[in-house]
């Protein structure tokens, strides 16, 4: 059973700080490019698979219940819950805890999303925990949960807006919370009766202290609150320009020429220099949750030039350069191979065709798989016409930058879909997409 089969969205909130620009309209009524922002979110959850969605609705239910009648896409059963009176966000969900599945998508009613929600959905499947939160690096970090994940993406600290923390806390931490999740039914066991309590506020803050299973979701997909006049002006501005959409969650970056000065089958770590402005585009794909993935060939293993030894003390001093201009790679992929068979220098075990030598998709397909991005997600980013022709072989999109070859070495037929100076020129395009 799919966690879509059901999403709950608690609208209840009265939107005071809104008031001034919307007057009486509920948030989860405020148009969007002429549109409620209900209805946008009906659209894509449908699109996903998406069954019941209940609507736990508070001042203004009645205005709320009209619209989602009008609003509710074909095949999909849309239910308002009117509260009679105040609960909280995990209140509202104990009262009307016989009607919840055993796991359920949970999106507040001021959130303007767009997600893949099936891939959230089997995440969640994966995790197996009682919460699973989507967590994305927000543009108000001041006023927003800003948590703590381990290694296997487990919650393990909680910084609330208010200041207070639980458990194991990064204070530098700028992953919060989005106000979206998958929840298993079992979490109202922490839910007290009879009184109002915050599902974030409180409730995960508490279980997160206590280490029960709660996991996060990285995502840089597209979600935003419209809580204030501000954000939502910018929501409205998003939405027009097509931002909302175009979304990068993975680079695939080349190393010479690219990141690194490219002095011809690099063998000696003495000459490995960081191209200028590379450290900080790197960085800034960091700090925007941007995976970044080093795809490059390495020939200099086949041909004799090194070792593989030799090759990972230079990839640990490029992680150390980068390092200490607070940047980093999230993965490396090399490919050994050299497809000249007719050389006798080197390691003949290493010479002849391979299926990772871009612009074969070995290296691209490992990324993918292993950090769990999908190709439309991703971009291919480099200085030679291998890179554009390994993002069209993966079915990826393609950025050249103006450094090393500058794409003019004509190997090969494919072209870049943007071209950039430099690979910070590439990632500020990029993060703004994604910010």
């Known amino acids: ?21 919307t007057g009486d309209v509920p948030k989860v009524l405020t148009s969007i490019g002429g549109r409620p922002l209900l209805a946008h979110l009906l659209d894509d959850l449908q699109a996903a698979g998406a069954g019941q969605v209940l609507l736990l609705a508070g001042l203004g239910g009645e205005q709320v219940s009209a619209e989602a009648g009008r609003l509710a896409p074909s095949g999909m059963k849309v239910e308002t819950i009117i509260e009679p009176q105040p609960r909280g966000t995990a209140g509202a969900l104990h009262g009307v805890a016989e009607r919840l599945a055993e796991r359920f998508v949970l999106v507040f009613g001021d ?26 690096r927000s543009s108000h970090p001041q006023d927003s949960d800003r948590l703590t994940l381990d290694d296997g993406d487990r919650v393990i600290g909680w910084i609330g807006r208010n200041g207070g923390h639980k458990g194991e806390v990064v204070t530098d931490s700028m992953l919060t919370n989005s106000a979206v999740a998958v929840f298993h039914k079992d979490i109202l066991r922490r839910v007290p009766r009879g009184r109002a309590s915050d599902l974030y506020g409180q409730i995960l ?10 996991f996060g979701y990285r995502s840089s997909e597209y979600v935003r609150d419209i809580g204030t006049p501000a954000r939502l002006d910018s929501v409205i501005s998003d939405f027009k320009s097509g931002r909302t959409w175009l979304r990068a969650e993975m680079v ?5 020429g690219t990141l690194i000065e490219d002095v011809g089958l690099l063998h000696e770590i003495d000459k490995l220099r960081l191209l ?15 995976e970044v993935a080093l795809t490059t060939n390495q020939p200099v293993v086949a041909r004799g030039l090194c070792s593989l030894h030799d090759l990972g003390l230079i990839h640990e001093r490029l992680e150390k350069m980068l ?3 607070d940047a980093h790679l999230d993965r490396i992929y090399f490919c050994p191979h050299h497809p000249e068979t007719y050389h006798a220098e080197g ?3 290493l010479r002849g065709p391979c299926s990772c030598r871009k612009p074969a998709v070995g290296m691209a397909r490992s990324a993918l798989a292993d950090l769990g991005v999908p190709a439309w997600r991703t971009v291919v980013i480099g200085d030679r016409s291998v890179d554009m022709q390994l993002a069209h072989n993966a079915g990826l999109a393609a950025i050249g930058l103006k450094t090393g070859a500058a794409c003019n070495d004509n190997r090969y037929p494919a072209r870049p879909v943007w071209s950039f100076a430099d690979l910070l020129a590439a990632a500020r395009w990029l993060s703004h997409l994604t910010g």
């Not at 803050?205 to 709660?214: N, S, W």
């Not at 695939?252 to 010479?256: E, G, I, M, S, Y």
């Open 1 to 21: 059973m799919s966690a879509l089969d059901q999403v709950v969205i608690p609208c209840g909130g009265p939107g005071l700080r809104l008031k001034s620009k």
């Open 111 to 136: 959130i303007f999303t767009c997600l893949d929600w099936k891939r959230l959905s089997l995440a969640a499947e994966t995790d197996s925990g009682l919460a699973t939160l989507l967590v994305h």
């Open 205 to 214: 803050p508490a279980m997160v202290e206590a280490r029960e299973p709660i």
């Open 252 to 256: 695939l970056v080349d190393r010479d």
């Open 276 to 290: 200028p402005r590379a450290a900080e585009g790197l960085r800034l794909l960091n700090q925007a949750s941007i």
């Open 323 to 325: 390092a200490a201009e």
């Open 347 to 349: 390691d003949s075990n």
